[in-house]
């Protein structure tokens, strides 16, 4: 039976985005014949009328589909459905349009693409409104449940990693504290794994409470081993050592806006060893970029799961990479477990097996 699909992008954009379009497109017309249409700015477009959206074909599943980052679909982290922020100030429940949204566009099921956030918002939709909903897990964050990776994780780990490669030659040449500010959301995924890749002495994230006596104690040991530099990771939500966030204002996606931990770090690490330091904050560079390999192959996979569970009238599902295979798990489980980095799993022990800080010792 022919079918009409639509996907959105939902949440903060990541590397690999258009790469899951691309699959969808080429497996649900390729494989089953079905229409896709791709809906504009997440909820967003489904809000407007005539909903925001368009079909997408051949054009829209080419080779440099795997290569561009972004999104060509748009995407939002404003505007809950459920409480909308109007223009006069007032905050009201505009799911029920999303819904009708959905029918405008006679749609026999959503294929979403997001992080938590989204999932909570659009598996809540599907039920309301009764129309099949899978889930494409992607966030650079990687802190949703039940699977080891999300899309767009990967590349921005890359991109980590090689700002650790490019700070660390002139690190060396002018003897300095290099702080490497790195996103993550409330999770240190990102800087565990690029410390470890891209050789930092120093990795702090916010599952693991530092000092920075710890921190001048180590650069004072690679001094002594006739070290001249240093190269700290920290993720954007460490705390302050009296506990507090650092935040640049406004909102991301109607939390904190994490911002200016490594300033507060180089600050404190200058007060404490005399070392002279610098800060780079990376922010959005580790979000656009090429996707890498790993995230254009998991995109493919995803899509192809995802498109073969609604063949076979699946609903609530969310794909997920589990031990080499692409499985599904409930939406609800997957949100409902936020991954921390596990203090005491391999990437931890990886870390202190190496000699590098975490701020703790
Ligand atoms: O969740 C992805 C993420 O990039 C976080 O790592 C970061 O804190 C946040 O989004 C930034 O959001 P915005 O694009 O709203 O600045």
């Not at 017309?29 to 809000?47: F, K």
């Not at 100030?89 to 006679?106: F, K, M, P, Y």
């Not at 406004?250 to 490594?262: C, K």
Request: proline share 4%; with cysteine.
């Amino acid at each position: 039976m022919t079918k009409r699909i639509g996907i959105l992008t939902s949440g903060g954009d990541c590397a690999g985005l258009n790469a899951v379009i691309r699959a969808i497109v080429l497996h649900a017309r390729g494989r089953y014949g079905w229409e896709v249409v791709g809906i504009r700015e997440g909820t967003q477009g489904l809000l407007d009328r005539p909903p925001r959206a368009q079909t997408l074909g051949p054009d829209d599943a080419t080779g440099l589909m795997l290569r561009l980052g972004g999104t060509i679909l748009g995407t939002t982290n404003k505007g809950d459905p459920f409480a909308y922020p109007m223009a006069d100030g007032t905050v009201v429940d505009r799911s029920n349009e999303v819904i009708a949204g959905v029918r405008a566009l006679d749609l026999d099921a959503v294929i979403g693409i997001g992080g938590d956030g989204s999932f909570r918002i659009l598996h809540r939709l599907a039920r309301q409104g009764g129309f099949p909903l899978i889930g494409i897990p992607k966030t650079i964050d990687n802190d949703l449940g039940l699977t080891e990776m999300s899309i767009g994780y990967n590349t921005a780990v890359g991109v980590a990693t090689e700002a650790l490669d490019r700070l660390q030659p002139t690190a060396a040449s002018h003897s300095r504290v290099m702080v490497l500010e790195v996103m993550g959301r409330d999770a240190g995924h990102i800087a565990l794994a690029a410390g470890i890749a891209g050789g930092a002495d120093v990795i702090l994230i916010p599952e693991i409470p530092y000092r920075i006596a710890a921190i001048g104690a180590k650069i004072e040991d690679l001094k002594r081993t006739g070290r001249n530099f240093a190269l700290v990771v920290a993720a954007e939500a460490v705390l302050t050592e009296e506990g507090q966030h650092k935040g640049v204002g406004g909102s991301s996606g109607g939390t904190i806006r994490y911002g200016g931990i490594g300033a507060y770090l180089a600050e404190r690490i200058a007060q404490a060893t005399g070392a002279e330091t610098r800060v780079t904050v990376l922010g959005h560079v580790q979000r656009g970029s090429m996707p890498s390999w790993t995230d254009r192959m998991l995109a493919s996979a995803f899509a192809v799961h995802a498109v073969d569970l609604i063949a076979v009238g699946k609903s609530g599902r969310m794909v997920a990479w589990s031990y080499r295979q692409v499985i599904d798990v409930p939406i609800e489980d997957a949100v409902a477990h936020f991954q921390a980095v596990d203090i005491d799993g391999p990437l931890v022990k990886t870390a202190r097996g190496l000699g590098i800080c975490l701020g703790d010792a």
